[in-house]
Structure formats: C-alpha cells, structure tokens
C-alpha cells in the first residue's frame, strides 16, 4: 500500500461549483498536511498548509484534516476556470522528515 | 513570486551524451532538492542537499549525481543519457524552519532518445 494515496482524475466541473480534492494516507505519524497546486508547465506551489486535525481556511479553498480516519481534503469554492490545474496533498511526520507526495488530481473548471 | 530558475526549459538529447541541468536560487535556503516527475505518477526525490558541500540521495534510486559547492547553485548531472532517464526533473529550495514550503522551479523536461 502507497503512503498517499490520490485520484489522478481527471475531474471536471461547471464554473461556480464546489470542488472537493481528497487524499488517504497509511503513515499515523504524519503531522504536516500540504497541498500544491501545479499549472501546466510549471513547477507545484504550496496553496494551503495545515499542522495536526482541523480546518483552515483561506478565501475560496478550505482544507480539512481527519487524523482519526487518516483522510484530507481540499474544499475549493466558486470554483473558476483560473482553478484549472493539478493539485497535489503532501504531507510528512516530522518537521525534518521529507515530504511525501500524492500523485495529483486533474482538476478542468468548464466555462 | 518564486526565485527559483532552471536551465534548460527543454532538452532533447541522444543516448551517452553528458548533461548537466542548472538549478539557481536566490533565496538564500539551505536546503535544496531535486524531484523526478512523471505523468500521472507521485513525486520522488531524488536528491537533496541541506547546505554547502552536503548532498544526499533521495528515495527514488538514480544514477544522476549533484554538487552544493555555493548555496544559490544545485546541478544535476547525468554522466551518459539513457532513455529511461527522459522524465520531468523538477529543482525546489526551502527555508531550513519552514520546510514545509517547496519554492518549485519550472522544471526541465528531458528526453533521452
């Protein structure tokens, strides 16, 4: 069983709609939950960043953590075309341990 | 904006040819690593590097080597292409107490034939 485990899509939604981005993972000791988003041709950049369980919140994206069923989320939304990209939930134990990538989600917002 | 540069974008290449690909930041991080991607598959380290003159090898084997000799500068090199080694080679820094947070290059994309 991988680490991470992600649904590479791709997944597709009408402008405006609420997206939900999922991730499980197996490692209980995982402390740090990261989310990147990564457009076309370009390198991933860190969109959301959560410590332990809980929720946070920034504009449009929200991010979850349920520790106790070892399960992460990313709530986008009004979702806009702009949204169009591959998201990617990373995580990792310790504060020196290396990240631990998801193979991302293929995300299309339709006009 | 992220400061991060990599050279080439794209590099096309014959088998047993010698490549170096350039990774540049001006962040002033330690802490420099280099990630292989393929399609639809999860990012692997490959290398990484926590300061002038220390490297380490990532979790994902490679046959590539790299170098820390000035904190800005982390180049990988290939000492003879094969066509296994075509994948997107990605360079990313961070600071040493935000770990957390990858500053991503754009990427070189590589093909071997």
């Known amino acids: 069983q991988k680490e991470v485990e992600q649904d590479p899509g791709p997944l597709s939604v009408p402008e405006g709609a609420i997206v939900s981005l999922n991730c499980t993972y197996s490692n209980s000791a995982f402390q740090y939950f990261m989310w990147y988003r990564q457009y076309s041709r370009k390198g991933p950049e860190l969109l959301m960043y959560t410590y332990s369980s809980g929720n946070k919140e920034d504009g449009r994206f929200t991010a979850q953590v349920d520790k106790s069923s070892k399960y992460i989320s990313l709530f986008i939304r009004d979702s806009q075309p702009s949204d169009s990209a591959t998201y990617l939930c990373a995580m990792k134990g310790n504060r020196d341990d290396k990240i631990i990538f998801g193979k991302g989600t293929r995300l299309h917002i339709l006009p | 904006e992220a400061d991060i540069y990599q050279t080439p974008r794209y590099l096309v290449i014959g088998t047993g040819k010698k490549i170096t690909l350039e990774c540049s930041q001006t962040m002033g991080h330690d802490k420099m690593y280099w990630y292989q991607q393929d399609p639809g598959m999860e990012l692997h380290l490959i290398h990484y590097?926590?300061?002038?003159?220390?490297?380490e090898k990532g979790d994902l084997s490679s046959e590539s080597t790299v170098s820390r000799i000035r904190t800005e500068h982390f180049p990988l090199t290939l000492e003879s292409a094969r066509p296994s080694h075509t994948s997107q080679y990605l360079c990313?820094?961070?600071?040493?107490?935000?770990?957390?947070?990858?500053?991503f290059g754009s990427g070189t994309q590589l093909s071997v034939l």
């Open positions: 590097s926590y300061g002038v003159n220390s490297t």
């Open positions: 990313a820094s961070s600071d040493s107490h935000r770990n957390e947070k990858l500053f």
